[in-house]
């Protein structure tokens, strides 16, 4: 079992920047991959990014150049830097963990809203 807690959502004019942290219950070192998703009112769950255990990281075209995934061992957090938002970018933010063995996590979100 992986439990996984989104943090640093909130509101931010067009341009700004956030930052999202994903705080893992176990040791990321041993996990397959990390992504952030994002799910807008009515759309589906689009993915944004990801980082694997051997700190390979991708990155959907919507966001490369201004978003950027990374890690933190130590602190088994995972974190989306965000920055020249856009209105477009507002939507509640998942992180998801997929384990070697198959299984795969949810957190409960974060909103992030960016006004124009």
């Known amino acids: 079992q992986v439990q996984l807690v989104e943090s640093g959502g909130g509101l931010v004019q067009a341009g700004g920047s956030l930052r999202l942290s994903c705080a893992v219950s176990?040791?990321?070192?041993?996990?397959?991959?990390i992504s952030w998703y994002r799910q807008a009112p009515g759309n589906q769950r689009d993915w944004v990014a990801r980082v694997t255990s051997g700190g390979n990281t991708n990155y959907a075209d919507s966001v490369k150049g201004r978003f950027t995934i990374s890690r933190d061992n130590a602190k088994n957090t995972v974190y989306l830097q965000m920055n020249s938002l856009k209105p477009e970018d507002t939507a509640v933010y998942y992180c998801?963990?997929?384990?070697?063995?198959?299984?795969?996590?949810w957190g409960q979100g974060t909103q992030v809203t960016v006004s124009s």
């Open positions: 176990r040791s990321i070192g041993s996990i397959t991959h």
């Open positions: 998801y963990a997929r384990l070697a063995n198959g299984e795969y996590y």
